[in-house]
């Protein structure tokens, strides 16, 4: 059964559910602000099939492959409207673009009019453009995998996007590999919950008195080394503020808010099984300067050789790297995340007064903490000016 698994295990990838043939699976078990599967005695057969979907019960973490394997790139758009628009270098706006063009679908993770995250599936281009940019919460991938599987019966391509838990639990979803289907997870930090991002979005709408019309986790108004959150409310007020800077990010940056299985994840280190990694490349003002015009610059890492041919039809600008660079500037490529010490601290005071309330009280930046942030920054780009170098480092 999949209720064996504690939250310590549980990737909330959502499989268990797609595979029960008899609905028996729903996501209504509570713990703190995340909701794991719980299944109903009443509908359920005893089939296995769950077990058989969850990759951590099932397939496991795929064996960590050799960096021998691997074709890693400095990879951008040529187009930089395209990579303004995304959150480092317009590589998933390629791979979309390609894909649609053989008439393929593509799924990723988009807002809703609440701003909860869900995956979706379309073969229209405006559905497409909403999948682009950062979505830092937990997705919605309920009946996804099911589509996925139809589309490639049907014999149509398909791009799959997600972090590496997502990718693994459509793999041992799908129980094999497909020839039109095309994975490709983030190098990712961890993910917290839509409730959680929920209580920060409704703890702004109450400050500036006004309703949320448009949120951007990675906003690049100030560059990409200075990415920011901007929100535009209906009110005409804006927040605009250093990405690093905003509560709720602070939460996820610190291990603060992440969901437990984020502190132990079993699919980082490539053992998703994805065809494509991709990432920031963190670091590129140093190893790559002539590369790094602080639009956006994306570490691609192609896993198999259909990543390979589908990296060289879309007409990205790819430039071969080193995967030792990318791990020293982005070592949540094959390290968890750590837990933060004032975690237990946190929920506490959620529990008493609301995640909203401990958000505003625990993670928002203070004063001292402001300061010390904007210094360093300035001495960065007095560092970067004294280089001979125009752009600054963060």
Not at 288 to 300: R, W
Not at 369 to 376: A, H, Q, T
Request: a positive charge; glycine letters at 8%.
């Amino acid at each position: 059964m999949i209720d064996k698994l504690s939250p310590n295990e549980c990737a909330l990838c959502g499989s268990c559910a797609d595979a029960c043939p008899t609905g028996a699976i729903s996501f209504d078990k509570e713990y703190l602000d995340f909701r794991y599967p719980v299944i109903d005695p009443d509908k359920c057969v005893s089939c296995g099939l769950c077990e058989k979907a969850c990759p951590v019960l099932s397939l496991g973490a795929k064996a960590a492959d050799t960096q021998e394997e691997h074709r890693v790139y400095a990879a951008r758009n040529p187009d930089t409207d395209v990579r303004r628009s995304s959150s480092s270098g317009g590589v998933f706006w390629a791979l979309a673009k390609n894909t649609l063009s053989c008439g393929g679908y593509v799924c990723g993770a988009v807002f809703d009019e609440e701003f909860h995250v869900r995956h979706m599936i379309s073969n229209r281009e405006e559905d497409v453009r909403k999948m682009m940019g950062s979505k830092y919460a937990q997705s919605d991938l309920t009946g996804v995998y099911k589509q996925v599987r139809e589309l490639l019966r049907d014999g149509k391509q398909v791009l799959f996007t997600g972090c590496p838990c997502q990718v693994a639990g459509l793999r041992s979803f799908l129980g094999s590999d497909h020839e039109n289907l095309l994975t490709a997870d983030i190098i990712c930090h961890g993910i917290p919950s839509g409730i959680m991002l929920r209580a920060h979005l409704d703890y702004l709408e109450k400050k500036y008195r006004s309703k949320i019309e448009t949120l951007c986790f990675r906003d690049k108004k100030y560059g990409w080394h200075r990415s920011a959150v901007r929100i535009r409310f209906s009110n005409g007020a804006e927040y605009c503020i250093p990405y690093i800077a905003d509560a709720y990010i602070k939460g996820f940056l610190n291990g603060t808010t992440l969901k437990e299985s984020c502190f132990d994840c079993r699919f980082r280190n490539f053992r998703s099984g994805s065809d494509l990694t991709m990432g920031d490349f963190w670091g590129a003002e140093a190893v790559l300067p002539n590369l790094d015009d602080n639009i956006g610059l994306s570490a691609v890492i192609a896993n198999s050789e259909k990543s390979i041919t589908a990296l060289q039809q879309c007409g990205l600008d790819l430039h071969a790297a080193n995967l030792d660079t990318v791990i020293r500037y982005n070592r949540k490529l094959i390290d968890s995340t750590k837990r933060s010490s004032d975690r237990d601290a946190f929920y506490l005071y959620a529990q008493k007064n609301g995640y909203s309330a401990a958000i505003g009280k625990l993670l928002t930046e203070s004063l001292p903490d402001k300061l010390r942030r904007e210094g360093s920054y300035r001495l960065r780009c007095l560092r970067n000016y004294l280089l001979g170098r125009k752009k600054p480092l963060y």
